[in-house]
């Protein structure tokens, strides 16, 4: 085969998805139970369907020009984004989002360390620079980011406060909830000392709300959970509900500021006109429905951990769960993958996030009995991989 990957591709030839379900090339139909961490609300909803069909704006429009959608879109973000965002930067995904927030506060600060938490956050030199401790090796010329490892628990927080106290930290940056780490949630302690150490200090608070955001966790932006003011907000993923390629970095004014007069962020491609439509169209009818699709991602949340809990794990399992996103914990190497395979041949799609986690994110919109036969097909499959699960 010619197309590059960094693993090998999993066994399903996808030709087609509507609502929970995908479908391949043979007509086989799988329950959608990872979404890839965007479809919140599914495939093919049918505003999102009609905007595509009925668009007839131009295929491009040249950075340099306006576009009033972008203006549109632009606004709308700004309004109910956490924080106070003053501008809205295009980017195609959340890694170009990424990198366009820890360019602005190098120059914004004239700093160039930073502070995350051990986890990913894209695939750009800068994102892998605030990502895994790992990638240093690989790649060792990353932009300096020193790494909060452990429980974000208040001790912690005191000990990433007193760092910042230092002065010469340009930017921490942290998923609300730290999803690549198999959802590992501070506690509001540690975020009220990162946060409230960023504000004096001059050190540019950035929350990554890519995989978070838009009703994944039960709120609107999982930053409501802990009370957050970022000074610079990066969205992808959910943001378009996986309908489009499109990512935003929303950031405060005095942080655009320096961004539009000590240096322009370009983009070639970002926010092409049809993808504002498609993304416009998806918010638009999110924000109408955002309390039953809230209340319905929560209601979904208290059957599937019940359901877990019911279930003959493995020994010494560990779920952690917020909203419609579910990460479960082995503790011997390679059974999640071979979990997830298993589920694949039953028709269920789950993702294995490393050796030892698979995590679950079906769509709001799932039924009550594809979520039921989804679950189902997962009990079994712990059954079929761990023969005597219970003894072990």
Wanted: hydrophobic share 40%; net charge positive.
């Amino acid at each position: 085969m010619y197309l590059g990957r960094d693993v090998p591709a999993r066994r399903i030839n996808v030709k087609s998805a509507k609502g929970e379900n995908l479908f391949d090339v043979s007509g086989k139909k799988y329950i959608d139970f990872s979404t890839n961490w965007c479809g919140i609300l599914g495939w093919s909803l049918p505003e999102v369907q009609s905007a595509r069909k009925n668009f007839l704006g131009p295929t491009y429009v040249d950075p340099n020009f306006s576009y009033e959608p972008w203006e549109e879109l632009a606004k709308l973000l700004i309004s109910i984004a956490p924080g106070k965002m003053g501008k809205v930067f295009r980017a195609t995904g959340g890694t170009e989002a990424v990198e366009i927030a820890l360019q602005a506060a190098i120059l914004h600060t004239k700093r160039s360390k930073f502070i995350s938490p051990e986890g990913y956050h894209g695939h750009s030199l800068a994102a892998l620079s605030v990502g895994f401790s790992h990638y240093k090796d690989l790649f060792p010329h990353l932009w300096p980011c020193e790494k909060v490892k452990g429980q974000l628990d208040r001790k912690i927080g005191q000990k990433v406060a007193n760092r910042i106290n230092k002065g010469d930290i340009a930017a921490y940056i942290s998923e609300p909830f730290i999803f690549n780490n198999g959802l590992v949630e501070p506690s509001k302690e540690y975020f009220q000392l990162v946060q409230e150490s960023c504000k004096k200090y001059g050190t540019v608070f950035i929350i990554d709300e890519v995989a978070t955001g838009f009703g994944r966790t039960g709120k609107m932006f999982a930053s409501e959970y802990f009370d957050l003011f970022p000074d610079i907000v990066c969205l992808g993923k959910g943001l378009t509900g996986g309908n489009a390629v499109l990512g935003a970095t929303l950031m405060n004014q005095k942080l655009a500021k320096t961004m539009e007069f000590e240096f322009s962020y370009y983009s070639t491609f970002a926010w092409q006109p049809l993808n504002v439509d498609i993304t416009l169209a998806y918010l638009k009818y999110f924000l109408k429905n955002k309390q039953s699709i809230l209340g319905k991602v929560n209601s979904l949340n208290l059957i599937i951990n019940k359901r877990l809990l019911s279930m003959n794990l493995p020994s010494g399992s560990t779920i952690r769960s917020k909203g419609l996103a579910t990460f479960i914990e082995f503790e011997r190497d390679g059974l999640a993958k071979k979990i997830a395979d298993k589920c694949l041949e039953n028709g269920l799609v789950i993702e294995a996030l490393n050796e030892r986690v698979i995590d679950i994110f079906p769509p709001a919109i799932i039924s009550n009995r594809n979520l039921n036969r989804g679950l189902d097909i997962l009990e079994k499959s712990f059954i079929s991989s761990i023969p005597f699960a219970g003894l072990m």
